[in-house]
């Protein structure tokens, strides 16, 4: 038990179907993170969460939307996907946001996405 | 670029010991991760190195040589459920993450 959730595990979307990722966490952390892993690659740093505010956006394309509306809750809405999209994505969260170099992260299981 | 690399693939022995390498090129250094995933599940943090030499946790331990920019990750006395991608992280001079792509360790028996 790593103390960051997420739901649903699995999801499998059309292209033209809206759907939400969901990540929850129980640490007390400020900081929340989406990554998205796909096989053989380095993890993707998609979305920064600072107290609630954003301060990462990696160039991820409209299509994918963060929101947080509070320090412990992280969602990711989906609309008009494509088959491109499929991967696991995974949330993470940290206590600083980064402030100091220890800061570590510590991920949820992730979502296995397919988008057909 | 930034960048991490690792083997992609390796295999070992139960019983046995292994290094697994991480070499980097990144703008500044703050501190390098290694996590461990087991395949469906969430990376683990297993170290955290910011100062060179070699930190030791139980059966595991991790190197590191800021001057090379050189990192690896040794596992003893390997058990089965050793069985796991092994990702190298750098944390770059603006406290970015950089990672790795992987590195998959088969155990055999």
């Known amino acids: 038990e790593t103390g960051v959730t997420q739901t649903p595990r699995h999801l499998v979307m059309g292209m033209t179907n809206k759907k939400s990722l969901k990540c929850e966490q129980h640490l007390g952390h400020n900081a929340m993170y989406w990554y998205k892993q796909s096989a053989k690659k380095p993890l993707e740093l998609m979305f920064v969460y600072n107290f609630k505010e954003q301060t990462e956006n990696n160039s991820v394309p409209s299509r994918f939307s963060p929101e947080c509306p509070n320090s412990s809750h992280l969602f990711l809405h989906l609309h008009t996907l494509q088959p491109e999209d499929s991967a696991l994505y995974l949330c993470a969260s940290s206590q600083d946001g980064a402030l100091a170099g220890s800061d570590t992260q510590y991920f949820g299981p992730g979502t296995r996405l397919t988008v057909l | ?109």
């Not at chain 2, 060179?52 to 590191?64: Q, V, Y």
């Not at chain 2, 390997?78 to 990702?87: E, G, N, R, T």
Request: aromatic share 12%; glycine share 10%; charged share 15%.
């Open chain 2, 1 to 109: 670029g930034q960048n991490i690399d690792q083997p992609t693939e390796m295999t070992a022995t139960e019983g046995a010991i292994v290094q697994i390498n991480c070499t980097y090129q990144t703008s500044g250094f703050n501190g390098l991760f290694w996590y461990q995933q087991h395949a469906g599940e969430a990376p683990t943090f297993l170290s955290y190195n910011v100062l060179d030499g070699l930190e030791e946790k139980g059966r595991f331990s991790s190197f590191l040589s800021r001057s090379k920019g050189y990192s690896y990750l040794l596992l003893k006395e390997l058990q089965m459920k050793d069985s796991a991608s092994y990702l190298c992280a750098v944390r770059d001079s603006n406290y970015q993450l950089i990672w790795g792509a992987g590195t998959k360790l088969i155990i055999k028996p």
